[in-house]
């Protein structure tokens, strides 16, 4: 692999070039408005696999946006690697937070990338992380040193819950059997402290609407005396956590799992600064569950979180009204052993039960799925720690984040086989946020990585 430097080296400005591109067509899966960029991007992402020398580059249709499929079996006695990513984005707003137009990406320092990051919508979540896989695939192919076999599978929904690529997965299980996935679309401690993600959580997404008198009503005439939905519903919110803030939801904890107070005291050696925690969020304290650490609390713990609260008079100045509407969006994010349907189907009891007999309370389940650990024990996950040991120069952490990729559970259940979340972000790089970035570095660390992943992934399977 003595070329591979020279090669990232003398190739970096397309790779970039090729990225701003990618990063130009605004792929936003929630948007209909947007559902041809969504369709172009899936264009140049089948596209950019067959001129990086994949075979059998495919827009494989879906009940939704379709899959983009690509291939290069070198030796069918070989191991194969599936790359999964996706194309789609999250919607850009609020718009006039963002320094530059989210689907303009320019090229610019920041603290923690001195040598440049690229602001766009999509940079690294998740269409800079998965053209890495593409640039290093590219790469093993032109170099003749591709190890194992590899296939790849992206994906124009993840951010809109995966709904249509359960059935695609079900319908192709030949086509995309394998012997491990890879997947880039996580983060990393920092730079300095290379971690791998072992752990997903899952999620139960639920929309909540509260409904009082069967209009809005003049605030000085019923105030006091017919419900308010607004009212109301804030309440029955802060009803859900407790003083600890313990979620109160009965059963909710029933499956959660159970960590040895020897594996939180090998979770804790995951460097955290508490400190530069607050100081990066510009907060005065951490809020969060009585007897749990600030990396426990987003790593191994269950969440319940507003996500959008809404209702009445929103507009200028004040209008006085009692809303007949009121509406949240709630998030509740899950740990292993807790099964998604069983959670929504708690809440919805449990906040329906709660609702005073004034109002009407309608509970509708978005979308979610089921947390996902990996072992560490694995080749699979030997491989990535020994790569990113090969080019940062320092063994990786495991470290399980709190964030979500609920497919990765569907994989190992349909596909029978183990994920390794091999992540280069950082938790700065504001993914879903105004002015999302990745760094120029972390990029192209990625690419100098991966060909090492295939190599150890091929070793060791020997
Ligand atoms: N790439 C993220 C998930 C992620 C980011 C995991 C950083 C760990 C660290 C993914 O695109 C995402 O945003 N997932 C959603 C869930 C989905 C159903 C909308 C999430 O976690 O909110
Ligand atoms: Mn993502
Ligand atoms: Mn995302």
Not at 294 to 300: N, W
Request: hydrophobic share 35%.
């Amino acid at each position: 692999m003595k070329d591979l430097n020279n090669y990232i080296e003398s190739n970096k400005d397309r790779f970039l070039n090729e990225l701003i591109d990618l990063l130009k067509i605004p792929s936003i899966s929630a948007d209909t408005a947007y559902s041809q960029d969504v369709l172009h991007t899936a264009e140049a992402v089948k596209k950019s696999l067959t001129e990086a020398g994949c075979d059998n580059a495919e827009i494989c249709e879906t009940k939704g946006y379709p899959v983009v499929y690509a291939d290069k079996i070198i030796d069918p006695n070989l191991p194969t690697v599936l790359v999964y990513g996706h194309y789609d984005v999250q919607p850009p707003d609020p718009i006039n937070l963002w320094d530059s137009p989210p689907f303009k990406p320019v090229i610019k320092p920041t603290k923690l990338h001195p040598d440049g990051a690229i602001f766009a919508r999509g940079a690294c979540d998740d269409k800079g992380q998965f053209f890495m896989h593409v640039k290093a695939v590219e790469y093993m192919i032109k170099n003749n040193t591709l190890p194992c076999n590899v296939k790849f599978m992206i994906e124009g929904e993840e951010e809109v819950g995966s709904d249509s690529l359960a059935g695609f997965l079900d319908d192709n299980k030949e086509k995309l059997k394998n012997d491990i996935i890879l997947i880039s679309d996580t983060g990393m401690i920092s730079m300095e402290n290379p971690s791998i993600t072992t752990g997903l959580r899952g999620l139960s997404y639920v929309e909540v609407e509260v409904t009082g008198a069967n209009r809005d009503l003049h605030s000085g005439i019923y105030g006091g005396a017919a419900p308010n939905p607004i009212n109301v519903l804030a309440k029955m919110i802060a009803s859900l956590h407790d003083e600890n803030n313990h979620i109160t939801i009965p059963g909710f904890y029933d499956k959660v799992e159970i960590i040895s107070d020897e594996e939180r005291a090998e979770m804790a050696k995951a460097p955290f600064d508490l400190e530069e925690y607050k100081a990066s969020l510009d907060i005065d304290d951490v809020h969060g569950e009585k007897g749990y650490s600030t990396s426990e609390r987003f790593g191994i713990r269950p969440t319940l979180d507003v996500n959008g609260i809404w209702g009445g008079y929103m507009g200028e100045g004040a209008k006085t009204v009692i809303a007949s509407k009121a509406y949240a969006k709630i998030s509740m994010r899950l740990v292993p052993n807790q099964d998604w349907h069983e959670i929504t189907d708690l809440f919805t009891k449990h906040f329906t039960s709660i609702a005073p007999k004034s109002v009407k309370v309608k509970v509708s389940p978005h979308h979610g799925g089921q947390a996902y650990v990996t072992p560490i024990d694995s080749i699979g996950y030997q491989a990535a720690a020994k790569a990113v040991e090969q080019t940062f120069g320092k063994s990786p952490v495991p470290q399980r984040t709190g964030g979500s990729i609920p497919i990765v559970a569907l994989f190992e259940k349909v596909l029978e086989s183990k994920t390794i979340l091999l992540g280069f972000g950082l938790d700065s790089d504001a993914i879903h946020s105004p002015n999302e970035h990745f760094g120029v570095l972390n990029f192209l660390k990625g690419i100098e990585t991966i060909p090492y992943f295939y190599k150890y992934f091929a070793e060791l399977n020997a």
